[in-house]
């Protein structure tokens, strides 16, 4: 069997081809692993967000596990089930910012970020301006538990309440007629 010039040629291009091919599909299985990465946290994100309007509304336990569940079901067998008797009314809920990120290193481990406004209902639904408003910041540390996110740690702080404004007024007040009296 002889080697001609368009043997050479063509082997030389079929070459060239599949190591094209081959180098097309290296990247395209490193495309689909990134992507799966990002849906993977914007899936946790979301969680992240139904997570906090739950907790919110007391139903959180389903995303609960290890010592976060334990606490629950030792307040639930304290103060009983949340019902809409025992919770303030709620008017009003958003979620300002929610940042969600894996921990380095660690692809079961993430912690998400999220600063929520609550607005509760006074008496009077006409007046707006004297709703109890609560800025919270909730801190969620999520882990794998059986292939789906559960919540394991969470650290809540209360940034600003409405009633705050209301305390300052009446403290320069009291320091406003202290001054006067002396």
Known sequence: ???????????????????????????????????????????????????????????????????????????????????????????????HQLFTKKQKNKDDEAESYAIVQIRYETDDPNQYGDDYIHTLTVNSHWVKDAGEWKVDHIDMALLEDSRDEMLRKQAEEALRKAGQAN
């Open 1 to 95: 069997m002889r080697i001609t010039v368009t043997n050479l040629v063509l082997i030389a291009l079929l070459l060239i081809a599949g190591s094209f091919s081959f180098l097309l599909y290296t990247d395209l299985q490193e495309a689909k692993a990134t992507i799966e990465k990002y849906q993977d946290i914007e899936k946790l994100n979301q969680r992240s967000e139904d997570f906090i309007e739950a907790l919110v509304y007391g139903k959180h336990k389903k995303y609960l596990t290890g010592e976060q569940l334990a606490r629950y079901e030792a307040g639930l067998k304290e103060h009983g089930e949340p019902t809409e008797k025992n919770m303030a009314k709620i008017n009003e809920f958003k979620i």
